[in-house]
């Protein structure tokens, strides 16, 4: 069974950082996409982030490019997001996600991930 867990949110003010982490476990964690998504209140879950196996590629959502920061590290398990110039609409609570299946490059809509962590809240106040 696949678990996911993230760690690293919090309250901060408009224009500081956060990292956000999420470690896997429960089966080959290098051979997957991974990616994050969001959701504020009201709002439907958004994609935010995705970096595919190895590392090599990455890709953002328009409203964070220049800003956010995906990383992972296969020998930790652990995938990465730096969050930096956090802005009072990046508040949502975070979603660490497992693509399904073994691929070349990464999905970026919720139901290509069989996977999901409980979430961790960002609270960036203006």
């Known amino acids: 069974q696949v678990q996911l867990v993230e760690s690293g949110g919090g309250l901060v003010q408009a224009g500081d950082s956060l990292r956000l982490s999420c470690a896997a476990s429960?089966?080959?964690?290098?051979?997957?996409?991974m990616g994050w998504f969001r959701q504020a209140p009201g709002k439907e879950r958004e994609f935010v982030s995705g970096?595919?196996?190895?590392?090599?590629?990455?890709y953002y959502a328009d409203s964070v490019k220049g800003r956010f920061t995906i990383s992972r590290d296969n020998a930790k398990n652990t995938v990465y997001l730096q969050m930096n110039s956090l802005k009072f609409e990046d508040t949502a609570v975070y979603y660490c996600?497992?693509?399904?299946?073994?691929?070349?490059?990464?999905?970026?809509?919720?139901?290509?991930?069989?996977?999901w962590g409980q979430g961790t809240q960002v609270t960036v106040s203006s």
């Open positions: 429960g089966r080959t964690f290098s051979d997957y996409a």
């Open positions: 996600a497992a693509d399904r299946i073994r691929r070349r490059g990464v999905p970026n809509f919720p139901a290509a991930f069989g996977y």
């Open positions: 970096i595919n196996w190895s590392g090599v590629s990455t």
